[in-house]
């Protein structure tokens, strides 16, 4: 692919989630920094790090791979978050605001890997 990563959606929603994340985790219990609180940071991290792993590869399968190492990030961060909600630790309105982007992040990634495997498709068939 070799796309300048700063150019992607996907990558600038990513940063956003990123920043959400860590105000949202700024306040949680200290005895919940292993647990939770370092997960989830990471977890809000590995989206826009995989992207931009994913988009210097050379090999389709490899760009792909991480794409999907991205989106299965944003399902566990959501579920982390979902947690955080259940145990007071975020309100109601925070977790609507970090699960809005978590979704727009989740379709950003989704349609990514469909365009990209649509390109391959193409390239596939003009090589036939």
Known sequence: MNRDYTELAIWREGRKLVHLTYALTANF????????????????????LNITEGSRRE?????????HIAGKSLCKLETQFHFASDR???????????????????KLVSGFINYYK???????????
């Open 59 to 67: 090999a389709s399968e490899d760009t792909l791979q991480f794409l």
């Open 118 to 128: 649509l390109i391959e498709n193409e390239k596939f068939r003009t090589i036939i």
């Open 29 to 48: 219990p200290r005895k919940e920094l292993l647990a939770l609180t370092g997960p989830i940071r990471r977890m809000a991290t590995s989206v826009s």
């Open 88 to 106: 007071h630790y975020i309100s109601k309105e925070d977790f609507e605001i970090i699960n809005k982007q978590i979704l727009l992040c989740k």
